[in-house]
């Protein structure tokens, strides 16, 4: 159980247009997701945490505007980079947990490869 | 200030040898603590997690890690490695009670040779 499908798994665009990546929670519902961004060699950057049905919260420095993140039913969250330029290539991860709390582990989707060419 | 540090970059062994992916954090609250690992383009997966029941707890794939307070470690072990278990290791540490307050050590990257 705890299955997180995140949606597509690689995706290569153009430098101006926005691409869309999905997250959804495949056998439990999440109030709460996160989207993380990592770089070669490197941890995980928290970049937003996604509740469903209000305004996603975003870490410092991470620019509302540019990544845009929807929250609309208990098992799909989206994250839209808008106009994306070469420096958002990166791989993009999201997570939900099964149940509240500190002790309830992160399950993770599988990531998404993004390059802009 | 709540911290966590993994203290090797890069761990390498023989296959069959031991595997030891060190953990210590810093905090003032008592954490719950997980080890996830990564293997190339794919997302995290958990191995194990300490949520303040035993402090030896046993994970997947033949992983457990030891809870010790008193050095405020939280290291990963396994007693003979295999040549899957080559792949990123994050040990990560939740310092609130929502549990919305994570932090991701850098990661180590354990690789086995044959």
């Known amino acids: 159980g705890a299955v997180v499908s995140q949606h597509p798994s690689w995706v290569i665009c153009k430098s101006g247009t926005s691409v869309k990546i999905e997250c959804r929670s495949l056998d439990f519902q999440a109030t709460t997701m996160f989207w993380y961004r990592q770089f070669p060699k490197q941890s995980l950057m928290l970049m937003a945490t996604?509740?469903?049905?209000?305004?996603?919260?975003?870490e410092q420095g991470v620019e509302k505007d540019k990544f845009l993140i929807n929250h609309a039913s208990l098992t799909l969250s989206t994250l839209t980079v808008t106009s994306a330029h070469p420096e958002d290539s990166s791989f993009y991860i999201c997570s939900a947990r099964w149940e509240a709390g500190s002790n309830s582990p992160l399950h993770f989707g599988n990531g998404t490869r993004l390059t802009v060419t | 200030a709540q911290s966590v540090t993994q203290l090797d970059s890069h761990v390498s062994v023989s296959e069959g040898t031991p595997v030891l992916l060190r953990c210590n954090y810093s905090?003032?609250?008592?954490?719950?603590l997980f080890w996830y690992v990564q293997h190339p383009n794919k997302g995290l997966q958990l191995l194990l997690k300490y949520t303040s029941a035993a402090t030896l707890v046993k994970g997947i794939n033949g992983f457990e890690a030891e809870f010790k307070k008193s050095e405020t470690s939280f290291h990963l072990t396994k007693p003979s490695a295999h040549m899957s278990d080559a792949a990123e290791y994050f040990c990560?540490?939740?310092?609130?009670?929502?549990?919305?307050?994570?932090?991701f050590g850098k990661g180590t990257t354990l690789s086995v040779s044959s």
């Open positions: 905090s003032s609250y008592s954490p719950s």
């Open positions: 996604s509740n469903e049905g209000s305004k996603a919260t975003y």
């Open positions: 990560v540490v939740s310092f609130n009670q929502a549990g919305t307050a994570l932090i």
